[in-house]
Antibody, heavy 122, light 107 residues
Framework: VHLVQSGAEIKRPGASVKVSCAAS????????LHWVRQAPGQRLEWMGW????????KYSHNVQGRINITRDTSTSRAYLELSSLRSEDSAVYYC????????????????WGQGTLVTVSS | DIQMTQSPSSVSASVGDRVTITCRPS??????LNWYQQKPGKAPKLLIY???TLQNGVPSRFSGSGSGTDFALTISSLQPEDFAVYYC?????????FGGGTKVDMK
């Protein structure tokens, strides 16, 4: 699957941001789409996922209450919305598909978007 | 949450060198451990999943080993295109967590 994300964003503290991830190449509803972010010089941080088929979602407790992941099956897009932004939310945000091997139980990210830079600054 | 500790945080090496990076989770994760390579300005790229299974298209100079709480990624003969940052990631449970990264740069 090929993932293409929306462009860079600059936001004020307290604002919200919505990043999109367009999928192509395979059946969109077969995937779980995850969001992972990376602040400058920091490790990758998993934020949450959505089952593109049934809409089930799960979020990291680090951003619980501020995060909303949605999807639009008619356009094969997933969305990450993060509210009450603070400077620590400045990062590159990636969407990625997680492969689940039913025989082994292994799960791994095999396709990634190009990343979206979100800058939070007053 | 499972904490993932990588070492070293950086390593300087030359083309042809053998490089080994270790990853230690804070609790056992069986073999639910993946390795990624990330180059500047790019998304991570999957190298190895299930601790030791090479992803399709990844050169055989990369190998992974370990289980439980002790894992390693080895590059048997470093090539110019291998200078990058490497991350481990556990998929044993949620939240998915990553190591802090190991930067492999040129000596």
């Amino acid at each position: 699957v090929h993932l293409v994300q929306s462009g860079a964003e600059i936001k004020r503290p307290g604002a919200s941001v919505k990043v999109s991830c367009a999928a192509s190449g395979n059946t969109f509803t077969d995937y779980t789409l995850h969001w992972v972010r990376q602040a400058p010089g920091q490790r990758l941080e998993w934020m949450g996922w959505i089952n593109a088929g049934n809409g089930d979602r799960k979020y990291s407790h680090n951003v619980q209450g501020r995060i909303n992941i949605t999807r639009d099956t008619s356009t094969s897009r997933a969305y990450l919305e993060l509210s009450s932004l603070r400077s620590e939310d400045s990062a590159v945000y990636y969407c990625a598909t997680l492969v689940y091997d039913i025989l082994t139980g292994y799960q791994y990210f095999d396709s990634w978007g190009q990343g979206t830079l979100v800058t939070v600054s007053s | 949450d499972i904490q993932m500790t990588q070492s070293p945080s950086s390593v300087s090496a030359s083309v042809g060198d053998r490089v080994t990076i270790t990853c230690r989770p804070s609790q056992t994760i069986n073999d639910y451990l993946n390795w990624y390579q990330q180059k500047p300005g790019k998304a991570p790229k999957l190298l190895i999943y299930g601790a030791s299974t090479l992803q399709n298209g990844v050169p055989s100079r990369f190998s992974g080993s370990g289980s439980g709480t002790d894992f390693a990624l080895t590059i048997s003969s470093l090539q110019p295109e291998d200078f990058a940052v490497y991350y481990c990631q556990q998929s044993y449970n949620t939240p998915i967590t990553f190591g802090g990264g190991t930067k492999v740069d040129m000596k």
